[in-house]
């Protein structure tokens, strides 16, 4: 008996999970607000949910009967952002980037700041007041400070964390949010959860630390010690078609509007043949558009989770979206509906003769 008839889909209540959970704010190593939202959802559905050292949450939910396949799937909760590391003495905070933001994005940014989400601005220098020569200029991050205003106090610590203040918006046929890298991801695993399919044992991931290395994915991977993984991430879009003033834009690595990004290659991870083959196979059966991310930068919790024990069969998929780290990224719904489709219907398929060395050499 399967429940394989019963597919997943994205509505009203899963637009609104993405949104509580673009909203949230968990930089890195402290991803505690996204952790409460995922274990709310999940303790109803898992058969076992617990939360590691590191603060990964590890959901396992069963199959039924024999010979099924022990699959990871890992999704990372932390998102990039700031943490704050000491306060001048006129009450302007100095900050540290977490994980990979470029400093041209951050003069006049709104930040909201530690647990209780206190707003502030990062100080930009008005362009009344700057020279020429500065406006060329990059302004380096030991030189810009967090103004929350003189009444600030001792309401902000040095280890606090803030994200950018961006709220999420549904427009039109986009979704525009901060942190959609990598909340799309987790919101996609946790409806893969709750339509799990019989013939494999779903072991789900909700990792820590990725955008500063890949760090909780790693002791995930050990604990699960699955037969094959895939990490479930969002990936740039590059996709506009006069990049940096030239004439063509060349680089295109995904576009929007094409469907879930299925990874060969990335800095990381050269991703398993046969698992390639599998979700093409899959999409073009399903009549469902996909495109191959373009090799190139960046690197998804497949990187360490491949490497794990003897070695676990592993790729990606990704949502793309434009603007990835930077305060607003957009994403197109069809695409991450195309994305929960060929997930879905990939782990459908999923047999212990999928991994035949066979089919790898
Ligand atoms: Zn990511």
């Given at each position: 008996m399967t429940n394989n008839h019963k597919k997943p889909e994205i509505g009203p209540n899963q637009i609104g999970l993405l949104e509580k959970l673009c909203n949230a704010t968990a930089v890195s190593g402290d991803e505690y607000e996204v952790r409460k939202i995922i274990l709310e959802a999940m303790k109803p559905i898992a058969d076992e949910i617990k939360v590691d050292a590191l603060g990964n949450i590890l959901v396992t939910k069963l199959g039924g009967g024999k010979g099924r396949v022990r699959v990871m799937l890992a999704a990372h909760m932390d998102e990039i952002g700031f943490m704050v590391v000491k306060k001048d003495e006129d009450n302007l905070f100095e900050f540290e980037r977490v994980g990979g933001i470029d400093e041209r994005q951050l003069p006049g940014k709104a930040v909201l700041v530690g647990r209780d989400h206190l707003p502030g601005v990062i100080g930009a220098k008005p362009i009344h007041m700057t020279t020429a020569k500065e406006r060329k200029n990059k302004i380096k991050v030991s030189d810009m400070r967090i103004d929350m205003g003189p009444e600030i106090g001792d309401r902000v610590k040095p280890g606090d964390r803030a994200t950018f203040a961006t709220r999420f918006r549904v427009l039109g046929p986009s979704i525009c949010a901060k942190a959609l890298d990598d909340r799309l991801g987790v919101a996609t695993l946790m409806e893969l959860l709750k339509y799990a399919p019989e013939n494999i044992d779903l072991l789900a991931a909700f990792t820590v630390q990725e955008e500063v290395g890949l760090r909780g994915a790693r002791v995930a991977a050990y604990a699960f010690d699955p037969e094959m993984a895939i990490a479930l991430d969002s990936t740039p879009a590059?996709?506009?078609?006069?990049w940096d003033d030239e004439?063509?834009?060349?680089?295109?690595?995904t576009r929007l509007d094409a469907g879930p990004a299925i990874y060969v290659m990335d800095r990381a991870t050269i991703a398993d043949r046969r698992l390639v083959n599998w979700l093409r196979e899959t999409a073009e059966d399903c009549g469902i558009p996909y495109q191959f991310r373009q090799p190139g930068g960046g690197g998804t919790d497949a990187g360490v989770i491949h490497k794990t024990r003897s070695g676990i069969p592993s790729t990606s998929v990704s949502v793309p979206s434009r603007?990835?780290?930077?305060a607003a990224g957009i994403a197109r719904l069809d695409d991450w509906v195309n994305t929960l489709s060929l997930l879905h219907a990939a782990l459908c398929r999923v047999t212990p003769e999928l991994l035949a060395v066979e089919r790898r050499d």
């Open positions: 590059n996709d506009l078609p006069h004439d063509e834009n060349v680089q295109y690595n603007y990835l780290h930077t």
